[in-house]
T-cell receptor, first 115, second 113 residues
Framework: DSGVTQTPKHLITATGQRVTLRCSPR?????VYWYQQSLDQGLQFLIQ???????AKGNILERFSAQQFPDLHSELNLSSLELGDSALYFC??????????????FGAGSRLTVL | DAKTTQPNSMESNEEEPVHLPCNHS???????IHWYRQLPSQGPEYVIH???SNVNNRMASLAIAEDRKSSTLILHRATLRDAAVYYC??????????????FGTGTRLQVTL
């Protein structure tokens, strides 16, 4: 157990639907990162939050949004789902930002299947 | 982010040492070298990182070339549980928006009996 908790572990839904993935960071970690891993794209960085504020954005689609709440947990919202959104979604957390030595701890992932 | 180059795949026998190479010829003076691995059906897992000097921890050793343009992750005795994709990543010490990790395609390590 890495200390980063992601729910749900598996999710099956239909095209056009909306889902929310949840992440609880490791105790004491202030920064949360979301990554998408599909078969043909590898691990793609989506977005990062630090203490409730968005800090970096990657190739996140406009249909996707995220936020980090005051208790530091984060949610990734995926809407108008398409078949191509089927992927593993990983959350990671870190103690801080601003250092090249900063280490990320990843959760076990949420597997999304869009039918 | 500065780019790294790794072999697509490597094979090792169990109980043998494994040397996983990584080239990063465009590394800047403030880039840390990080290694993560991803076991099948799991999230990525931190292995080791370093800046200039060689590093050892309970999982592996990291050997960094004197000019820092390459590095080698060393697993001293590979086991079947070490079969994974190993990613070599550069992280800027400047932080801020550079604090994300950018994953490449990594090296898929196969370990056989």
């Amino acid at each position: 157990d890495s200390g980063v908790t992601q729910t749900p572990k598996h999710l099956i839904t239909a095209t056009g639907q909306r889902v929310t993935l949840r992440c609880s960071p490791r105790s004491g970690d202030l920064s949360v990162y979301w990554y998408q891993q599909s078969l043909d794209q590898g691990l793609q960085f989506l977005i990062q939050y630090y203490n409730g504020e968005e800090r970096a954005k990657g190739n996140i689609l406009e249909r996707f949004s995220a936020q980090q709440f005051p208790d530091l947990h984060s949610e990734l919202n995926l809407s108008s789902l398409e078949l191509g959104d089927s992927a593993l979604y990983f959350c990671a957390s870190s103690r801080s930002i601003g250092s090249g030595a900063n280490v990320l701890t990843f959760g076990a992932g949420s597997r999304l299947t869009v039918l | 982010d500065a780019k790294t180059t790794q072999p697509n795949s490597m094979e090792s026998n169990e109980e043998e040492p494994v040397h996983l190479p990584c080239n990063h010829s465009t590394i800047s003076g403030t880039d840390y070298i990080h290694w993560y691995r991803q076991l099948p059906s799991q999230g990525p897992e931190y292995v080791i990182h370093g800046l200039t000097s060689n590093v050892n921890n309970r999982m592996a050793s990291l050997a960094i070339a004197e000019d820092r343009k390459s590095s080698t992750l060393i697993l001293h005795r590979a086991t079947l549980r070490d079969a994974a994709v190993y990613y070599c990543i550069l992280r800027d010490a400047g932080g801020g928006t550079a604090s994300k990790l950018t994953f490449g395609t990594g090296t898929r390590l196969q370990v056989t009996l």
